[in-house]
């Protein structure tokens, strides 16, 4: 049954957002470009598509967003100082973003949220299915999200999206699905979808987490969707159309996560995923967790 549905090669990541979270940082770097411990996070994300065999990439960007192309771009100047100095390790570092994939570019223009940045993709995409990674949420690489997803779309078509569990007054942070049970334990077929909802009004706890593998219907919806929550093309209400009438394109389903996500998008949890992967590192971990139980020892005694 796989085999009747096309081969998934494309992924699309918004990266047009101001990150006002993040102001004065933002103010002239991008927000994808905030290091995590040494990498931006954008650059964790793109990994992410390539280790799911999606290595042609469509970064949708907008004004000020330049640094996003240099940094996959080659750096001629910078790789031939490194290699003068026999610096091998790092020219490695430097090339690795340049070699990840073949990286193309759009620019959203007025930025009317993410069902219109998704459609900005269109005409790269074509028609045939393709994900979306959005680069606030970072998924740790031992917890393979993406590929679990495409999986899912193969055996059954259609769109996918990725849920996790929260806690009931934190719904109304993300979208929120409405699902059935399938005979897998960690997919469901989502019913309905309902975006940033009260915590009374949500169809569930299950929220949608940043990323997405859409049947290319999402296209013709996109283009006939009214401005939604927030006056945006919600991509959320695009997705509730299809989840209603599978004629269009396909059934949605859910994969139900449960892995490592780090979430670079609130200040706090940005700081908390730079601990956590950091403590993680062999090269950095043992002397850095080594301070950290110290810094927290003493902090715990001066209160």
């Not at 490695?92 to 070699?99: G, I, L, P, T, W």
């Not at 028609?127 to 055996?155: S, W």
């Not at 309905?192 to 296209?219: Q, T």
Request: charged share 25%; aromatic share 6%.
């Amino acid at each position: 049954m796989s085999q009747s549905h096309p081969r998934i090669s494309k992924a699309v990541i918004p990266a047009a957002g101001l990150g006002t979270r993040f102001l004065p940082a933002t103010k002239a770097t991008p927000k994808e470009m905030l290091p995590v411990v040494d990498k931006p996070a954008i650059q964790y994300v793109v990994e992410e598509a390539v280790s799911a065999g999606l290595d042609d990439v469509l970064m949708v960007t907008g004004r000020n967003k330049r640094p996003l192309e240099d940094h996959f771009d080659r750096n001629y100047e910078l790789e031939s100082a490194l290699q003068k100095k026999g610096d091998a390790d790092r020219l490695a570092k430097v090339q690795e973003s340049s070699d990840l994939a073949t990286m193309h570019y759009v620019r959203q223009g007025d930025p009317k949220g993410l069902g219109h940045a998704v459609l900005c993709a269109a005409p790269h995409v074509g028609d045939e299915p393709f994900a979306v990674l959005l680069g606030d949420d970072l998924i740790d690489p031992r917890d393979p999200l993406l590929q679990r997803m495409i999986d899912v779309q193969q055996q059954h078509g259609g769109s996918v999206v990725a849920l996790m569990e929260v806690a009931p007054e934190q719904i109304h942070l993300y979208g929120s699905a409405a699902v059935e049970t399938t005979a897998d334990a960690d997919v469901v077929k989502v019913t309905g979808l309902v975006e940033k909802p009260a915590p009374e009004d949500a169809p569930s706890n299950y929220a949608v987490i940043g990323r997405y593998v859409l049947d290319p219907a999402v296209f013709g919806i996109l283009r006939k969707t009214e401005p939604g929550r927030g006056g945006e093309i919600q991509l959320t209400d695009a997705l509730q159309q299809l989840a209603t009438d599978e004629k269009t394109g396909g059934p949605v389903h859910g994969v139900v996560f449960k892995g490592r996500r780090y979430d670079t998008g609130d200040r706090g949890d940005y700081l908390r995923a730079i601990v956590r992967l950091a403590c993680e590192r062999e090269d950095l971990g043992p002397d850095f967790r080594t301070w950290l139980r110290s810094y927290v020892t003493e902090e715990m005694q001066q209160r």
